[in-house]
């Protein structure tokens, strides 16, 4: 039972340009959401998060945006650099408990 | 200010032995977690720790999976006789008391099992 679904695999984006990247969830008891990015060989690093309470959080180039309604929430990073290129994974978590569920995550490549 | 140090990076086992991995969180970190990668899955939760405390343990299979975290040294995940199935990325994380956002995560350990 897969709570968190990231429903595209990898994406390509041409540099300056916007990536957005979606992931949907199932459980209605999820109030805390965070994306991290991983590069290979390497653990993944929080990128940043939201509160259920809220509906847009931003952070520089990247901006995450939630619709608890259609149990959405979606990461713009604006503009894309090559640096960028990475697996993002998006994750979530229920009442302040520090158990968190990660999607499959999406491959992103920003090309030069 | 060391982040979370994951020992070995790559361990290969062949089947039936036993594998343990270790993880020191970061310096006033006291939450420890373990999570498995499958080749093309996302990470799965295993195990929630704290010092001398399991908290939750969901996510671990029911048989030649377990962890500790004793009260002096680093966390420990072992898994007995080892099958194929065991092969994957394992990464620990941990957090400070309280703080549920920013896992800070290690570079993982990579299980071969051949």
């Known amino acids: 039972d897969q709570q968190v679904k990231q429903n595209s695999p990898s994406l390509s984006v041409q540099e300056g340009r916007i990536s957005i990247l979606n992931c949907d969830y199932t459980n209605s008891m999820f109030d805390y959401f965070l994306w991290y990015k991983k590069y290979p060989a390497e653990g993944p690093t929080f990128l940043i998060s939201?509160?259920?309470?809220?509906d847009k959080n931003e952070d520089g180039r990247f901006t995450v945006f939630l619709n608890k309604s259609a149990k959405h929430l979606s990461l713009h990073i604006v503009p894309s650099q090559p640096g960028d290129s990475a697996v993002y994974f998006c994750?979530?978590?229920?009442?302040?408990?520090?158990?968190?569920?990660f999607g499959i995550g999406t491959k992103l490549q920003v090309i030069p | 200010n060391a982040g979370v140090m994951q020992n070995p990076r790559h361990l290969v086992r062949r089947r039936g032995q036993e594998a343990r991995l270790r993880c020191s969180p970061m310096?006033?970190?006291?939450?420890v977690y373990w999570y498995r990668q499958l080749p093309e899955e996302g990470l799965k939760f295993m195990v929630y720790?704290?010092?001398?405390?399991?908290?939750?343990e969901s996510g671990m299979p029911k048989e030649r999976f377990s962890a500790e975290f004793p009260k002096e040294g680093p966390s420990i995940l072992r898994i007995q006789q080892v099958v194929r199935g065991d092969s994957a990325a394992y990464f620990c994380?941990?957090?400070?008391?309280?703080?549920?956002?920013?896992?800070?995560f290690g570079s993982g350990t990579r299980l071969t099992v051949v």
């Open positions: 310096k006033g970190h006291s939450h």
């Open positions: 994380a941990s957090s400070p008391l309280g703080e549920h956002y920013g896992y800070t």
């Open positions: 720790l704290q010092k001398e405390n399991i908290i939750d």
């Open positions: 939201i509160s259920s309470i809220k």
């Open positions: 994750a979530a978590s229920a009442g302040g408990y520090q158990k968190v569920t």
